[in-house]
């Protein structure tokens, strides 16, 4: 009996944490965005649907994932395969390159905003190589587009390592044995690459990806130290609408949105990238 019930007890406390700090939130954030005194209603979703900056965050988001994880996705692989094949002082490297994970999303946005402000490194720079005269005004509401690429270099310096050690980790599964018969029947590195490493990555490749577009789309703390509200994003608008607006029932519709884009893509990758059964890795 004990043997039996042993594993449901080792269950327990993961089940409890997702129960009081998942369910049990999703839960009220539902019925918030769905009900009011009167009862069932989709009238938040049409309050959150008609405002004039919805469209835009919606758009922004979409554009900054779309702009960011493939390039983490590329160089994560190719800082993974270069970590990889290191024979030395490849721990101190791995290092190096995750230090970013320590900072967190708004003191990577200050960061940066000391690069990118009228006072930063970047006018600093320019005005010493005399290439300006006078500081440059890039975070202005007329340059959304150097926001939005500050932002961009933000998220891939702090973010990419989330990647990198995800993948490192999945790369270290792949037996030396297939590249060594590959290599032996001539195979060019990138022939291994592509026909041993991609294909034998893939359960860490879906793990990374998912993670990784999920808080894609609920990037907020270093958009609101770059631009402010000068580049809406959709967290940006439901901390918008729940504290600026002290209405809390757009505000959940839109984590419901924004938990609804998570879901689908997230089954996206799972269908896309997902192993045989019997593949091993």
Known sequence: MHARTLPYLLLLPATLFLLVFFIYPFVLV???AFTTDGGFTLDHFRTMAGNWKFPIAFWNTVLLALAVVPLQLIMALLMATLVTRMSSGRDLVLYIFTIPLG???L???IIWLAVFEQSGFLNSLLSG????KQPLVLLGYQSVWIIFLAVMLAELWRATAIMLVILVAGMGLIPKEYYEAAEVFGATAWKR????????LRPSLQTALILRTILAF????????????????????????QFGLQDGHVAAALAMVILAISI???LVFL???RVPKGAQT
Do not use: N, Q
């Not at 190589?129 to 300006?132: F, N, T, V, W």
């Not at 690459?193 to 034998?200: C, G, S």
């Open 30 to 32: 539902a019925i918030e």
């Open 271 to 273: 269908r896309v990238l």
């Open 264 to 266: 689908g893509l997230t």
């Open 129 to 132: 190589l005399g290439i300006i």
């Open 107 to 109: 003191a990577a946005g």
């Open 218 to 241: 609920e990037v907020f703390a270093v958009v609101a130290a770059l631009g402010g509200t000068t580049l809406p994003v959709l967290m940006g608008e439901t901390y918008h609408w």
């Open 103 to 105: 900072i967190s999303d």
């Open 193 to 200: 690459f592509i026909r041993i490493t991609l294909p034998l």
